[in-house]
């Protein structure tokens, strides 16, 4: 891929007019132009699929039949395959059902990306429930206004991780207490399209950060778009660095579970 980027950028500096005249305004168009015929990801018809069962945990549940023993997940520390990244959301699953969470309530989750917080994720979806990622560095007040506006059943926070926010109606759980149990049922549910997936908030850095509802269709259509430019498959192995609170932490790791990389 570096390579091809590369050969792509030799090719626009060759085509750039030698002659000291052109103007600046011509170089830009011809770049603009150039890239845009590169990147023409939404324009066409068929690039998104209409297939109402096309879904995350539908591919993660066949992938877990179909190839049990794959790497689904490394960290420094934690290797997962994608059966037992399916035991793990199972588990997840049963605990927040257990809790009376339901379709379209709120789901915080205060932590670093890591497999048990991707696989809390996926278990948020596959109740219905609605997946909230908070960000740690931000002002306690902040933080405080954000969780207040989303009105959450339950915060998830990392083992380690100090919390010193006050509030009388979430309850707090640290995600490694709930995982060391094996799951009652062993398939996922495909939910509803129109399900909203997850809220993400602005910075907050005009005034009070706002949040921005992202439904189920619209994350599994994305994924398609997107994967006629990225090309993710089986083979594929993807280095997730960003925070979970940044909607880019969306594309590199549940993309890449979606197609079983």
């Not at 010193?164 to 207490?177: A, R, W």
């Not at 189920?216 to 960003?242: D, G």
Request: proline share 3%; net charge neutral.
């Amino acid at each position: 891929k570096a390579k091809d980027i590369l050969e792509e950028h030799l090719k626009l500096c060759e085509s750039i007019p030698k002659n000291l005249e052109t103007s600046l305004d011509e170089i830009q168009r011809d770049i603009r132009s150039y890239f845009f015929k590169k990147r023409e990801i939404g324009s066409q018809k068929n690039l998104v699929s209409n297939d109402q069962n096309i879904n995350l945990l539908k591919n993660i549940d066949q992938f877990a039949d179909l190839t049990p023993k794959k790497v689904a997940l490394k960290s420094k520390n934690t290797l997962w395959d994608y059966k037992t990244i399916r035991d793990k959301i199972l588990v997840f699953s049963e605990f927040l059902q257990e809790n009376e969470v339901r379709t379209h309530d709120r789901v915080c989750v205060l932590s670093a990306a890591t497999p048990l917080s991707t696989a809390l994720t996926l278990a948020i979806w596959n109740i219905g429930a609605i997946y909230c990622p908070l960000d740690h560095s931000q002002p306690k007040e902040r933080l405080q206004a954000t969780i207040k506006s989303l009105n959450p059943q339950f915060i998830f926070f990392e083992q380690n991780l100090e919390i010193s926010l006050q509030t009388d109606t979430v309850k707090f759980i640290e995600i490694c207490d709930i995982v060391n149990r094996q799951p009652k049922i062993n398939r996922l549910n495909a939910t509803s399209h129109e399900t909203p997936a997850y809220i993400l908030f602005t910075s907050g850095s005009t005034g009070t950060p706002k949040g921005v509802e992202i439904s189920s269709r619209s994350m599994n259509q994305f994924f398609i778009a997107a994967n006629k430019f990225y090309k993710i498959s089986q083979e594929s192995a993807v280095l997730s660095f960003a925070k979970l609170h940044f909607d880019t932490s969306i594309e590199e790791i549940f993309m890449t579970l979606f197609y079983g990389g």
